[in-house]
């Protein structure tokens, strides 16, 4: 976000963070506010965000920090190995550990984009393509 603005907030979700992250966000140019947001409301020329401070903040715009968690279950409960994270281990054809499991996507990538997700789609189904017995017609 600081290659964007120089002027960054961060909302905390719960109060003030350590005096690690508050000496980190200083050393980056981040400002970070002194409670949590308990509303906030489009005005005509920006976001109002109240703090359960009672202070009133106003932004241009509000970026939301979701996180992520990797649902990896099915693959796991099938036998497929998953890396620290919780990401199928997959080679270069999407294939899992597992015999004929591919995998594609968020499930195997940090980088979760559309395009990624297509293009893992495209190389698995061509490798199952063409791990299946030729079908010559007659
Ligand atoms: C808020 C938000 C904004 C985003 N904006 C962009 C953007 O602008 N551009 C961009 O390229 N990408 C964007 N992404 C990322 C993009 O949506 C993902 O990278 C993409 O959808 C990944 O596709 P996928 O098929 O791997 O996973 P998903 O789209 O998550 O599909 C996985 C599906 O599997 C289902 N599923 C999970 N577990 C099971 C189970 N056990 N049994 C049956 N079904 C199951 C889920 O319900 C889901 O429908 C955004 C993501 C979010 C959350």
Redesign the pocket.
């Known amino acids: 976000m600081r290659g964007y603005s120089n002027r960054v907030t961060l909302l905390p979700t719960d109060d003030a963070g350590d005096p690690d992250t508050r000496e980190r966000l200083t050393a980056l140019g981040i400002n970070l506010a002194a409670s949590p947001p308990v509303d906030l409301r489009p005005e005509q020329d920006g976001i109002v965000v109240e703090l359960r401070s009672g202070e009133r903040l106003r932004f241009d715009v509000l970026y939301p920090v ?1 996180g992520c968690d990797v ?1 990896s ?2 693959a796991t409960t099938l036998g497929a190995r998953c890396n620290d994270v919780g990401c199928v281990v997959v080679d270069d054809k999407q294939r899992t550990t597992v015999a004929n499991i591919y995998a ?4 195997v990538s940090d980088l ?6 297509a293009g893992h789609a495209a190389i698995a189904a061509t490798a199952i393509h063409k791990s299946l017995p030729n079908n010559f017609r007659g």
Do not use: I, K, T
């Open positions: 979701l649902r279950d099915l594609a996507g968020d499930v979760h984009q559309l395009s990624v997700a």
